[in-house]
């Protein structure tokens, strides 16, 4: 079979996690490409982006902010 000049390279794009020889996930290049971009981002125990919402001050800011 012959080798075609267009075919495209091997594309590492995902990276196993393993522990103790046991696959624990993965991580994508895209996932490091943001911890990189964004170090500071906020997020949870389990690695989720925390967001918040700005409201304004009114007489019913309380009532507004729990919804």
């Known amino acids: 079979m012959k080798k075609q000049k267009n075919s ?3 594309k ?3 990276l196993p996690l393993v522990k103790d ?9 895209k ?4 911890v990189i971009e ?4 906020a ?8 967001v918040a919402a700005a409201i304004g001050i009114s007489k019913d ?3 507004r902010a729990q919804n």
């Open 8 to 10: 495209p390279k091997h």
């Open 12 to 14: 590492i794009e995902k």
């Open 21 to 29: 020889g046991r696959l624990e996930g993965l991580i994508t290049i």
């Open 31 to 34: 996932d490091i490409e943001k």
């Open 38 to 41: 964004f170090p500071n981002a």
């Open 43 to 50: 997020k949870d125990e389990h690695g989720r982006l925390l």
């Open 61 to 63: 800011t309380d009532i």
